[in-house]
């Protein structure tokens, strides 16, 4: 089912992944918490490596008795295409999330948000090429936010463009994308249960809870050949797929040979759908997911 290849660098959480001028194009932070970018000609080898100054984690500090550990966790940065450019956002360390245009120098100063997340954030282009960002609130709560902009320039928050959705909780970074002319939202819920929300441009409608799909990570979606398709890692840590989405819809598939410790990613390239993840050891992989 799957026709892949496990790459030799290593990501500490989940990956990115794009299409962008007839290739792959990759994001993931490294074992030393720098977000790193390249891309890929046919999605079996990377090329163009850099290793930016950007970094993207949260802390974590738990109190046992007498004792207090802090723990640094990993957290993924998020790509997406406006006009002709390639954007990158991730949560920084003081839990601020930022943008940068990929193809910039990899120490340009990035544009910092006012908003404040808990987990990873989501990008995707809405109509006029209009960047959305998705992401977790730090109190826990979905938002989404749409900038606008053009190619000389950084986009900037629309007035009025922020949604705070109160019906979607979520520990982890929420999945967002345009399929069909709507932006779509997907959520892992406190109970673990993947939730879809389609149209979510305000007035939306009420959300689907998919009852067969439970994670304990973030998940994927993405629109492919007009269908909405959906992955997650399962609790038993091998990711799930649904192709068509929408409701009513079928049921989805277990990928045997992927398993991971993080949320995958998916994407849309040359008439394949894509599928990125980092395995249990920590390795990319990247494969096509055949029918």
């Not at 992955?231 to 992927?258: M, Q, V």
Request: with cysteine.
């Amino acid at each position: 089912m799957l026709d892949g290849v496990r790459l030799d660098e290593k990501s500490s959480a989940a990956v990115a992944v794009t299409s962008w001028h007839d290739q792959l194009y990759l994001a993931w932070t490294g074992t030393d918490l720098h977000i790193n970018l390249a891309s890929s000609p046919d999605g079996r080898e990377i090329v163009g490596k850099r290793r930016t100054a950007q970094r993207s984690y949260t802390q974590v500090t738990t109190s046992t008795g007498q004792s207090t550990t802090t723990q640094t966790i990993a957290l993924a940065p998020s790509l997406a295409v406006s006009g002709e450019r390639l954007y990158l956002a991730w949560r920084g360390g003081d839990s601020a999330l930022n943008l940068l245009a990929a193809e910039q120098s990899a120490y340009a100063a990035p544009v910092t948000l006012a908003e404040r997340s808990g987990d990873s954030p989501s990008l995707t282009t809405a109509g006029n090429d209009n960047l959305v960002l998705a992401w977790t609130g730090t109190d826990r709560h979905v938002n989404l936010l749409t900038l606008a902009g053009d190619s000389s320039s950084m986009p900037v928050p629309l007035s009025g463009a922020e949604t705070r959705f109160e019906e979607a909780k979520s520990s982890h970074g929420p999945a967002l994308c345009s399929h069909q002319g709507h932006l779509v939202v997907a959520w892992t819920g406190t109970d673990r249960h993947i939730n879809i929300l389609t149209g979510a441009e305000s007035p939306y409608g009420a959300p689907a809870r998919l009852e067969e799909a439970r994670s304990g990570s973030a998940p994927a979606v993405c629109s492919h050949q007009g269908h909405l398709v959906v992955a997650w890692t399962g609790t038993d840590r091998h990711i799930n797929i649904l192709t068509g989405a929408e409701s009513p819809h079928g049921a989805p598939a277990r990928l045997e040979e992927a398993r991971s410790g993080s949320a995958p990613a998916l994407c849309s390239h040359q008439g394949s759908l894509i599928i990125a993840w980092p395995g249990t050891d920590h390795h990319l992989n990247v494969a096509r997911l055949q029918s």
